[in-house]
């Protein structure tokens, strides 16, 4: 059984659909054994209390630089020692030295098809916001490696979700996270947790 560590920041719905995932053994192999909050008023924590998970908060507000948090942050998952480190909606930027340590052990969801609108400045609302009013006619989600690079590792599975003309940044946020994040990532844990999925030239594969 691999041990899955899940970072959050907010609401933490990503997260909900990955103890549900759990539990009805959608993903198979893997257990969540320790959630990490960078907000201490995040509801992701509840949510995790709620199912019996382990919780620690790392307040990214209470350190006066990235540096410091991360430091910080990487003791605390270096002591739990996770197989898989899971950022589900995890709004804080990591340096090199955590994504180094966990290089191919740690992914992340991002809420649009990457390489749009994606890198610094794009989280949140605020993708969903840019995607319509670029105009764009097709939405979605993307779950991939982290590494250095803001939103820049190899990709894992993506999904797409038609925009409507009548949506809104949240009509399309909540379409989006229904009908591809939630459904994607725990898709993606399962498979990492069966090691299933291959990196070859920063490209990844499924194996089947
Ligand atoms: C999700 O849409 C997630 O993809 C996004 O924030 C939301 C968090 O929701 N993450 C990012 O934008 C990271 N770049 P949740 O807390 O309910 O899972």
Request: hydrophobic share 40%; net charge positive.
């Amino acid at each position: 059984m691999k041990k899955i560590a899940v970072l959050v920041s907010g609401s933490g719905t990503n997260l909900a659909a990955l103890i549900q995932a759990c539990e009805n053994k959608t993903i198979k192999n893997g257990k969540i054994s320790l959630v990490v909050s960078s907000n201490p008023d995040a509801y992701a924590l509840q949510r995790a209390k709620l199912a019996n998970i382990k919780t620690k908060t790392v307040d990214r507000q209470s350190f006066q630089s990235s540096r410091d948090f991360n430091k910080k942050l990487l003791e605390v998952l270096k002591e739990e020692n996770p197989d898989l480190v899971v950022l589900a909606g995890f709004m804080c930027i990591l340096e090199a030295e955590v994504t180094r340590y966990f290089k191919n052990k740690m992914i992340n969801v991002h809420p649009s098809l990457i390489p749009a609108f994606c890198g610094k400045g794009f989280y949140g609302l605020r993708v969903h916001e840019a995607a319509l009013k670029r105009g764009v006619k097709l939405a979605g989600a993307t779950v991939h490696f982290v590494n250095e690079v803001a939103d820049g590792g190899p990709i894992i599975m993506q999904k797409c979700v038609a925009v409507r003309p009548d949506d809104t940044p949240r009509s399309l946020q909540k379409r989006v996270m229904e009908e591809a994040e939630w459904v994607i990532l725990p898709e993606v844990v399962s498979l990492i947790c069966s090691e299933k999925i291959k990196i070859k030239n920063n490209i990844t594969y499924i194996e089947v």
